[in-house]
């Protein structure tokens, strides 16, 4: 049992109804959240590849990647620390475009990055219009904090699976679990279900 | 320890910062505990070690290569604690009695 | 259960160091005592269930009435200004603890012991400090306490009364603003400074660095440079100045 505390109401604010999932609070500001050092690639040496059980491996340079057609994408996002964010406002190219033409038989897919992290996710997570690589946020581009120069997007999972400092996608038969999901957290993370840990 | 602080820097700090969900689960006190990074070698307490805390869980690197050693999740009823990145921990324990002849050679 | 659980704690006295810190005593069930340098968990409970825990240095030392701890105001932070500008006597928060081993300092441990503070770091410091006074250990204390203004110098008076004391010296530096008249150092802790107010590596003191992480890193790093074994120096990082 708790003692409660006269008059702490914290800094979370309400959301509108139905927009914030279950134990989740809304902030204004961006937090940052970090598992190791911020990893700084120039954009000249960086490149995304798919990768995996592909045909053929894909590849592009940071100037190819910026050709490819972009999308803008205005969406809430829900980080398993319990805070949300509403209408954020980014750019960047779909994984449905990424994986065009691409022949595969994978249902999953592992996003790896600079700096060693990866995550999991299903391949019907990323496609159909649910994942991007993001190159921008609220019209600038990506701060080096944030993911700077591409991370994955994908707003209707709890945020650590929108990997920052991302460099590709691994296409995977069976699942793998990433940085996080070898280590209690959820294959899958979906905030409305509260897919917090493992057994949730 | 003042750990109230703005998210809004990549934010580093010691081992120590690791103390308290580390004292949930280990009788030991971890912080004095030496260890040795699988990677580089290193041998330093936990106390000393680098530590990432404003993530999913407490992620603990080697001050000199940066391997992860340590990662601790907190869940509702779980703590997971991975220690795949060190070779091994070293904790002070007190020294074993004589026992009273119980121990038969 | 673990080891660690949370402990009611009534707030039996509160009062302003400076207008951004504040010390707070408390009551806590079946507190056990403390060694100086460790830190507790504080937990504030909202009346719909929502909570936020940080971790706060604890001030006082062992033989002391309390613990108390001294909480600095950061204006976007969640906790603090709750505990800095809200909190009352008779007031009730979950408190748990004594946490940590590694940033300790005890009388077994003999000196001499240099501090060096920069900001709110110098609690768990000043917790030392008192202790080393209040169980008459004969280690010699060196304290080297850096801040902005003396309007910003944590529990001035104490210090100045405690480095009476034979064997402990108090230095300060004002690195912003110095009064007329200041004859304490006017910058920031260097390798300068330390050379000429710490004591020489080879005198091997025992060595607590707390403070922001760019205090830390900067003190630390000189020290090593002057020769300090870096297995001899303790450091607590608390992460960014909060302004």
Same mark, same amino acid.
């Given at each position: 049992?708790?003692?409660?505390?006269?008059?702490?109401?914290?800094?979370?604010?309400?959301?509108?109804?139905?927009?914030?999932?279950?134990?989740?609070?809304?902030?204004?500001?961006?937090?940052?959240?970090?598992?190791?050092?911020?990893?700084?690639?120039?954009?000249?040496?960086?490149?995304?590849?798919?990768?995996?059980?592909?045909?053929?491996?894909?590849?592009?340079?940071?100037?190819?990647? !910026?050709?490819?057609?972009?999308?803008?994408?205005?969406?809430?996002?829900?980080?398993?620390?319990?805070?949300?964010?509403?209408?954020? @406002?980014?750019?960047? @190219?779909? @994984?449905?475009?990424?994986?065009?033409?691409?022949?595969?038989?994978?249902?999953?897919? !592992?996003?790896?990055?600079?700096?060693?992290?990866?995550?999991?996710?299903?391949?019907?997570?990323?496609?159909?219009?649910?994942?991007?690589?993001?190159?921008?946020?609220?019209?600038?581009? !990506?701060?080096?904090?944030?993911?700077?120069?591409?991370? !994955?997007?994908?707003?209707?999972?709890?945020?650590?699976?929108?990997?920052?400092?991302?460099?590709?996608?691994?296409?995977?038969?069976?699942?793998?679990?990433?940085?996080?999901?070898?280590?209690?957290?959820?294959?899958?993370?979906?905030?409305?279900?509260?897919?917090?840990?493992?057994?949730? | 320890?003042?750990?109230?602080?703005?998210?809004?820097?990549?934010?580093?700090?010691?081992?120590?910062?690791?103390?308290?969900?580390?004292?949930?689960?280990?009788?030991?006190?971890?912080?004095?505990?030496?260890?040795?990074?699988?990677?580089?070698?290193?041998?330093?307490?936990?106390?000393?070690?680098?530590?990432?805390?404003?993530?999913?869980?407490?992620?603990?690197?080697?001050?000199?290569?940066?391997?992860?050693?340590?990662?601790?999740?907190?869940?509702?009823?779980?703590?997971?604690?991975?220690?795949?990145?060190?070779?091994?921990?070293?904790?002070?324990?007190?020294?074993?009695?004589?026992?009273?002849?119980?121990?038969?050679? | 259960?673990?080891?660690?659980?949370?402990?009611?704690?009534?707030?039996?006295?509160?009062?302003?160091?400076?207008?951004?810190?504040?010390?707070?005593?408390? =009551?806590?069930?079946?507190?056990?005592?403390?060694?100086?340098? %460790?830190?507790?968990?504080?937990?504030?409970?909202?009346?719909?269930?929502?909570?936020?825990?940080?971790?706060?240095?604890?001030?006082?030392?062992?033989?002391?009435?309390?613990?108390?701890?001294?909480?600095?105001?950061?204006?976007?932070?969640?906790?603090?200004?709750?505990?800095? =500008?809200?909190?009352?006597?008779? =007031?009730?928060?979950?408190?748990? #603890?004594?946490?940590?081993?590694?940033?300790?300092?005890?009388?077994?441990?003999?000196?001499?012991?240099?501090?060096?503070? #920069?900001?709110?770091?110098?609690?768990?410091?000043?917790?030392?400090?008192?202790?080393?006074?209040?169980? #008459?250990?004969?280690?010699?204390?060196?304290?080297?306490?850096?801040?902005?203004?003396?309007?910003?110098?944590?529990?001035?008076?104490?210090?100045?009364?405690?480095?009476?004391?034979?064997?402990?010296?108090?230095?300060?530096?004002?690195?912003?603003?110095?009064?007329?008249?200041?004859?304490?150092?006017?910058?920031?802790? =260097?390798?300068?400074?330390?050379?000429?107010?710490?004591?020489?590596?080879?005198?091997?003191?025992?060595?607590?660095?707390?403070?922001?992480?760019?205090?830390?890193?900067?003190?630390?790093?000189?020290?090593? %440079?002057?020769?300090?074994?870096?297995?001899?120096?303790?450091?607590?990082?608390?992460?960014?100045?909060?302004?």
């Amino acid at each position: 049992m708790s003692v409660f505390s006269r008059g702490f109401r914290g800094r979370r604010q309400e959301g509108p109804p139905g927009r914030v999932p279950p134990g989740q609070y809304l902030v204004d500001d961006f937090p940052v959240l970090s598992a190791g050092p911020t990893p700084e690639t120039p954009v000249e040496e960086w490149t995304f590849t798919i990768t995996g059980d592909v045909d053929a491996p894909r590849q592009w340079s940071w100037e190819e990647f !910026l050709a490819l057609p972009s999308e803008t994408i205005t969406t809430d996002i829900h980080c398993v620390t319990r805070w949300s964010k509403l209408d954020t @406002v980014w750019e960047g @190219v779909s @994984v449905d475009t990424l994986l065009e033409g691409v022949d595969t038989s994978a249902e999953y897919v !592992l996003a790896f990055c600079d700096g060693g992290y990866t995550t999991n996710l299903p391949l019907e997570d990323v496609t159909d219009g649910k994942a991007w690589v993001a190159v921008s946020y609220d019209g600038e581009p !990506l701060e080096a904090e944030h993911g700077a120069p591409a991370r !994955l997007l994908v707003p209707h999972l709890y945020l650590w699976k929108s990997a920052k400092w991302i460099r590709g996608l691994q296409l995977l038969a069976e699942d793998e679990s990433g940085f996080w999901e070898a280590l209690g957290y959820h294959d899958r993370g979906d905030p409305w279900q509260e897919q917090r840990h493992w057994g949730d | 320890m003042d750990s109230d602080l703005t998210l809004d820097g990549n934010l580093t700090l010691d081992g120590n910062a690791a103390a308290g969900v580390l004292a949930e689960v280990f009788v030991s006190e971890c912080t004095t505990a030496m260890t040795r990074c699988d990677a580089c070698g290193a041998v330093e307490m936990v106390g000393a070690l680098k530590a990432y805390v404003q993530a999913p869980g407490t992620v603990l690197r080697c001050r000199h290569c940066e391997s992860v050693l340590m990662r601790v999740v907190r869940g509702a009823g779980s703590c997971w604690v991975d220690v795949r990145g060190l070779t091994w921990m070293q904790f002070s324990v007190a020294t074993p009695g004589r026992s009273s002849g119980a121990d038969a050679v | 259960m673990g080891r660690l659980s949370w402990q009611p704690a009534t707030v039996t006295d509160a009062f302003a160091e400076t207008p951004q810190v504040r010390t707070l005593e408390l =009551d806590v069930t079946g507190w056990t005592g403390h060694l100086p340098g %460790q830190h507790v968990d504080v937990r504030l409970t909202a009346d719909d269930g929502y909570q936020a825990a940080r971790s706060y240095s604890i001030a006082s030392a062992p033989e002391e009435k309390g613990p108390r701890l001294t909480v600095e105001r950061i204006d976007a932070g969640e906790v603090s200004p709750y505990l800095v =500008d809200e909190l009352r006597t008779g =007031d009730r928060i979950e408190v748990r #603890g004594p946490i940590g081993g590694f940033f300790v300092w005890h009388a077994g441990l003999g000196g001499p012991v240099l501090l060096l503070a #920069g900001g709110a770091g110098i609690v768990p410091l000043a917790a030392m400090l008192r202790h080393r006074v209040a169980s #008459g250990s004969d280690a010699a204390v060196r304290l080297i306490y850096s801040s902005r203004s003396l309007g910003e110098v944590i529990y001035r008076e104490e210090l100045d009364r405690l480095a009476t004391h034979e064997g402990v010296d108090v230095v300060h530096t004002l690195t912003r603003e110095q009064p007329a008249g200041w004859r304490g150092f006017g910058r920031r802790v =260097d390798r300068e400074l330390l050379a000429e107010a710490a004591w020489p590596a080879s005198s091997s003191p025992l060595t607590y660095v707390c403070g922001p992480t760019a205090f830390v890193e900067k003190v630390a790093g000189s020290l090593v %440079q002057l020769g300090y074994d870096p297995r001899t120096i303790r450091t607590e990082r608390f992460g960014p100045t909060g302004r």
